[in-house]
């Protein structure tokens, strides 16, 4: 409510949901370019992936390759993969969690929160 007892100003509603909206599209276009880095087996693999869960890159060494375990490689690079989107998550949630909150939490209709 705005104080006085006034009814609340729809433009000016309207306007800052428009300016939460810009403010969403802009950090998704920022974890869109942004990439992070899982790794697993010590480094041996290495994932990147965009902030936004992109796989951009996977990164093997050679130590990592043996022919007659193929199983234990796959679980590195599983593992690598699974760190690099935990890692994305925790920068989604830096960038986006306070737009979420600014939205009241509930969001607004029509928002993805």
Do not use: C, W, Y
Request: hydrophobic share 40%; aromatic share 0%.
């Amino acid at each position: 409510m705005i104080p006085g007892g006034g009814q609340p100003n729809m433009q000016q509603l309207l306007q800052q949901a428009q300016k939460m909206q810009q403010d969403l599209a802009k950090a998704q276009e920022e974890l869109a370019r942004t990439e992070v880095e899982g790794q697993a087996g010590g480094g041996l693999v290495k994932a990147t992936v965009t902030g936004s869960g992109e796989l951009r890159a996977l990164a093997i060494d050679p130590k990592a390759v043996d022919p007659e375990d193929t199983e234990t490689l796959a679980d590195l690079v599983v593992a690598a993969v699974h760190a690099a989107n935990e890692n994305a998550q925790a920068l989604q949630q830096q960038k986006l969690g306070p737009l979420a909150q600014g939205l009241g939490g509930g969001g607004i209709p029509g928002l993805p929160f």
